[in-house]
């Protein structure tokens, strides 16, 4: 197909979702009970009390179709406040539905239940919904997947839909894990074990035991749509199966150019959409989940690894020696080979004519140069302290040298909403739009903590409330670079409310004179997580066009537990079309639980 036709079938495909958005009257409506509570469950010959939903792992799919409303209710039967929220969902004037605890709401407290609301207009594909109160959404989290209206997608409709999320099993106490990492983190604090929908597979056994796979059954010829969804909260994975290759045709519920590879790679909160079919001699295939980390010295934790089963229907077993009863295995990546994720994320490009291309393209109204890495202030808010691993500081994790504090009383989305009448905000801090100093970000000399090393200079960071504001409409240009402060990880950034075009990524620091030139504007994947490389940076654009209080902040749970966070706040619109409703007008309330059963 020509570069002309492509332009133009892609102008089709935005106009008919814009169509397909138009004919709301025909939108149907969704409706779940999500019902936390605690579960005792028997993995690796241990009894394990775990937070769910429903008392499932991974929790309930949430299905719809473009357009459709989804009403949740949620009862909290747990002993901990609760919060979801809805991965990717972009909650078009209901950012007060978007479950980001203590940014849009208070945590919905034991014996209580709630109501989110929200539509799926404009979007199609995969995202997820997961906790956001505290380290639970290791075990509460589950896929959403929007099909489109017309039931048709840019390319041939697949045999079957296929959720793989991939996630963690954890034997720890969650809630002392988060605290731990609160008060500087320890990375003694490990999951068990790696699990594809739930499943720890083969590789774990205890006194004999073997833990279940998932198994894929499939038909020769026939294609599946895999829905890759990363739910753990350290590692970024890799994705195979051996015999078999993917296409890639979608990311974070937004279509991409379709390309060919045998690896995926999926980021903490990414999702990736991925066409499989079922093309090999019929057998028994591993799929594998790997997680990936930098090399020493940062901080290593223990190699996580899961394996499912694709397993070819009637497929004959030992016949001819070619089909053995043990499942062939791919090879995978090294752990620490992170190049594979930058040549992964590097080929995903989006949808041409966008039409939101022409206006990042144009005057950019805000320019962010936000330095990710970790830091420390000291104990006991001292005003100075010995640093470099000396035990009198605590270390955290920073945007731009500032460590993000969570509001304790009321939500930044509620005080946005007080302030207008009552002049008052809590003490919110402006997010600096660059770093308090300049200096060589990736220097692997930064990577140790000890007494009078490099980093020791470096390491003064504050804690805050932080957020930045924009006109509505205005465009936002935000460079991510990520640094070798204490250790030399990727990140993985999310922004809640907005997608954002992902224009270029590359390694070591950043340089505008050299860079902005390589941008993408043409075909920019549009994305709600980037993930930002190991020692290098990304530069992403979006158009604030989403009134509310929206969160920013890595997708490690470490991360964000030591602050590597803030938030974006969109101011309302001329009209009322453009203007976030006041809590008022909400019909999600909270009511006190009175032993609601399924």
Known sequence: MSKTLRMAAAILFYAAMALSGAAATKAAVVEHTFVVRQVNMRHLCNDTLVTLVN?????????????DT??????????????????????RLSCWDDGAGMITQCPIQPNTTFTYRFNVTGQE?????HAHVSILRATLHGIIIIRPKSGSYPFEKPHMDVPVIIGEWWQRDLMKVDKNFSNGGHFSDNPAGATINGKL???????????????????????????????????????KVAGHKFTVVGADANYVKPYTTDVVAVAPGETIDVLMVADAPPCRYYMVALANQPPAPDPQIPVFMSRGVVQYKNAPIDVGNNCTKE??????????DTMASF??????????????????????????????????????????????GSGEAIEVAYMNNV??????????????????????????????SRPPRSFNFTDPALIPVVPGGKLEELEATRKATTMRRFAHNAVVEVVFQSTATMQSDSNPMHLHGHDFFVLAQGHGN????????????????????????RLGWAAIRFVADNPGAWFMHCHFEFHIAMGMATVFEVANGPTVDETLPPATFRSSKVHKHEGIRL
């Not at 941008?519 to 549009?526: E, G, I, R, T």
């Open 55 to 67: 008392g499932q792992f991974p929790g309930p799919a949430v299905e719809a179709t473009e357009g």
């Open 70 to 91: 989804v009403i949740v209710h949620l009862i909290n039967e747990s002993p901990y406040g609760i919060t979801i929220h809805w991965h990717g969902v972009k909650q």
């Open 125 to 129: 594909g995969t995202l997820w919904w």
């Open 201 to 239: 597979g083969d590789l774990y056994n205890c006194s004999g035991f073997v833990e279940d796979n998932f198994v894929l059954n499939v038909e020769q010829g026939k294609t599946y749509m895999l829905r890759l969804v990363n739910a753990v909260l350290f590692s970024e994975y890799y994705f």
């Open 327 to 336: 499942a062939l295995m791919p090879e995978m990546p090294n752990q620490h």
């Open 343 to 388: 040549y992964f994320h590097g080929n995903l490009s989006g949808m041409a004519g966008h039409p939101l291309l022409a206006q990042i393209k144009g005057h950019i109204d805000e320019h962010l140069f936000i330095a990710l890495g970790k830091g420390s202030i000291c104990k006991g808010n001292k005003p100075s302290c010995k640093r470099g």
């Open 403 to 432: 460590s993000f504090h969570l509001p304790e009383k009321m939500s930044i989305l509620e005080a946005r909403q007080y302030a207008k009448t009552n002049g008052a905000f809590m003490g919110v801090q402006d997010l600096p």
């Open 510 to 533: 950043y340089n505008p004179a050299r860079d902005v030139s390589g941008y993408n504007l043409v075909d920019p994947a549009l994305k709600n997580t980037v993930q930002v490389p």
